[in-house]
């Protein structure tokens, strides 16, 4: 069964930290670029980061540059987003998703074949 599981959401105090995994299985994780995503209630789900299939190329939302970081162990079949400095405005439900490509090519929802379930992150004092 294909799948990929997110984990490691939870609550935290604004300035704090949490590093997401997104485990693949049933798959190649190694093949595709990977997405992560958020989706705050009422709002639209919006593209966050992404990583190319090896790792090399990574890239960001404007929101999050240089607070968070996108890595990834394809031997352990997983994929990281740690996030430093969280706001307020960085609570969402955060997803990863597979893309169809190995390189990143943006963050349309129909390039992304294959979603998590996704994790809650909510930031509050």
């Known amino acids: 069964q294909l799948q990929l599981v997110e984990s490691g959401g939870g609550l935290v105090q604004p300035g704090g930290s949490l590093r997401l995994s997104c485990a693949a299985s049933g798959f190649r994780l190694d093949y595709y670029a990977i997405g992560w995503f958020r989706q705050a209630p009422g709002k639209e789900r919006e593209g966050v980061s992404c990583i190319s299939s090896g790792g090399s190329n990574t890239a960001y939302a404007d929101s999050v540059k240089g607070r968070f970081t996108v890595s990834r162990d394809n031997a352990k079949k997983t994929v990281y987003l740690q996030m430093n400095g969280l706001e307020p405005e960085d609570a969402a439900v955060y997803y990863c998703?597979?893309?169809?490509?190995?390189?990143?090519?943006?963050?349309?929802?129909?390039?992304?074949?294959?979603w998590g379930q996704g994790t809650q992150v909510t930031v509050s004092s």
């Open positions: 998703a597979a893309s169809a490509l190995s390189h990143c090519s943006g963050y349309a929802r129909r390039g992304y074949d294959l």
